[in-house]
């Protein structure tokens, strides 16, 4: 990020804070909005019953698919790079490296859907619906005016999937601009390009700030 500010001219120096900011602003959005569904729970019966939820964050697992998806764009890239190298009469290889770059519509595209399989993967992988149904059902609470088992699972998965969906949605969104308007203007791609590294540093700062205050209080 300080090598981009300092490539970055000064005509685009508000653009550069601005963008940043915006960045901040909305990943501190994502990392704290909650969808809260109510628990009600056989063991409580004071005035602690009524704060009873399962806290589901609108980005379920962070920046988490930001850092893996260059990772698992570049693997495939790279094996066909390989091939082609190997082969370099054959164009099919030579079409797909150069239609697959982050410059054309296809390798945007592939990336875009790569974020997307990996929050949803994630999320429903580290908030299992089937785990927590279970254990509800196991211990005799159950979320408020839905059946326990397969009710209560099919309802967490339906929360789970419109905050995977939302999270990376509006990630996916800060991740096009930059190579959108990269195309556009050259001279904003320094600028741009930046925004990645500011989710994932935002996004990381969020947790421990949260590990400080559970330490805190503990």
């Known amino acids: 990020m300080v090598i981009s500010f300092i490539k970055t001219s000064w005509r685009d120096v508000p653009i550069f804070v601005g963008v940043c900011f915006l960045v901040i602003l909305v990943m501190v959005l994502l990392e704290n909005i909650e969808i809260r569904c109510p628990i009600q729970r056989i063991s409580i019966h004071n005035v602690h019953a009524d704060k009873n939820y399962l806290a589901i ?3 379920p697992v962070g920046v988490m698919p930001i850092m893996f998806a260059s990772a698992v764009y570049s693997v495939p890239r790279l094996i066909i790079g ?3 190298a190997m082969d370099p009469s054959n164009q099919y290889y030579t079409w797909i490296l150069e239609e697959t770059t982050l410059s054309r519509p296809i390798g945007i595209a592939t990336y875009v859907v790569i974020i ?3 929050t949803l993967g994630y999320g ?4 299992s619906p089937d ?9 005799g609470d159950s979320l408020e005016d839905i059946r326990a088992g397969k009710n209560t699972r099919r309802y967490l998965g339906r929360k789970l999937f419109i905050a995977g969906l939302t999270g990376a949605t509006i990630m996916s969104l800060f991740i096009i601009a930059p190579m959108m308007f990269g195309n556009i203007d050259s001279g904003y791609q320094t600028s741009l390009a930046t925004i990645p590294t500011t989710m994932i540093i935002t996004g990381l700062w969020c947790n421990i700030y949260r590990e400080i205050k559970a330490v805190n209080a503990y």
């Open 57 to 59: 964050k609108l980005n």
């Open 82 to 84: 390989f091939l082609s």
């Open 116 to 118: 997307y399989l990996l």
């Open 131 to 139: 785990n927590i149904s279970e254990q509800l059902l196991k211990g």
């Open 124 to 127: 429903f992988i580290t908030i």
